[in-house]
């Protein structure tokens, strides 16, 4: 099976624009979490999507939303960049709702300058 | 809040030999899921291993295997026959209801020849 893919790779913003990462689970996945790293605050959970329905939300500011669609594929979008944003986003899938494993993509380094 | 503490922020080891990472965590549930993730140089984050805490058995994958004391909320990874490949981020991770993975600031394994 194909692991979970993100695009792009890498990205590079302005301050103020907005940017839409994007992510392919694992086929036969439905669960999709998003996390943020950086060096200063680690790993951060952003949100979790199930069934086209966020079900989990962490503690970040509304410029970041997200979607999932009925294929599972999700979305994650940073509206207003700010330099903060700079961060390696991950996503990862799960089989199904619950304490399933995450199985996590390569990542999108997305760079606000 | 739950909260995960890995305390040694870089570690080294000879090759062939054998290595533990601690890491210890915070909670008031009784079940939960624990999680070993490795992140080398690619920034790839893979899983190395999983505990569920309603089991008692350690669990183990090939060259790596845990210490799980419930009771200390403790949660070591040892690694042995340690190899070059080994070389990476390692972050203790804990998960509750859902898909919402708490991890810690991670501890750098070094693998020497």
């Known amino acids: 099976k194909a692991g979970v893919t993100q695009t792009p790779r890498y990205l590079i913003k302005t301050r103020g624009q907005q940017v839409t990462l994007s992510c392919s689970p694992i086929?036969?996945?439905?669960?999709v979490s998003w996390y943020q790293q950086t060096p200063g605050q680690g790993l951060q959970f952003l949100f979790e999507?199930?069934?086209?329905?966020?079900?989990n939300k962490g503690n970040f500011p509304g410029r970041f939303s997200g979607r999932q669609f009925s294929n599972s594929r999700s979305e994650m979008n940073v509206s207003t960049l700010e330099l903060g944003d700079s961060a390696l986003y991950l996503c990862?899938?799960?089989?199904?709702?619950?304490?399933?494993?995450?199985?996590f993509g390569p990542g999108t380094r997305l760079t606000v300058l | 809040a739950q909260t995960v503490t890995q305390s040694q922020p870089e570690m080294s080891v000879q090759e062939a030999e054998t290595v533990t990472l601690s890491c210890t965590y915070d909670t008031s549930e009784s079940n939960y899921y624990l999680f070993w993730y490795k992140q080398p140089p690619s920034r790839q984050m893979i899983l190395v291993i999983r505990?569920?805490?309603?089991?008692?058995q350690n669990a183990t994958e090939n060259r790596f295997s845990v210490n799980f004391q419930k009771a200390a909320k403790s949660f070591s990874l040892k690694i042995s026959d340690s190899q070059l490949g080994d070389t990476a981020m390692y972050f203790c991770?804990?998960?509750?209801?859902?898909?919402?993975?708490?991890f810690g600031a991670g501890t750098i394994l070094r693998v020497k020849s």
């Open positions: 990862a899938s799960s089989l199904e709702g619950g304490d399933d494993t995450q199985y």
């Open positions: 505990q569920e805490a309603y089991k008692q």
């Open positions: 086929s036969g996945h439905r669960s």
């Open positions: 999507y199930f069934s086209e329905t966020q079900r």
């Open positions: 991770a804990f998960a509750e209801y859902g898909n919402k993975l708490v």
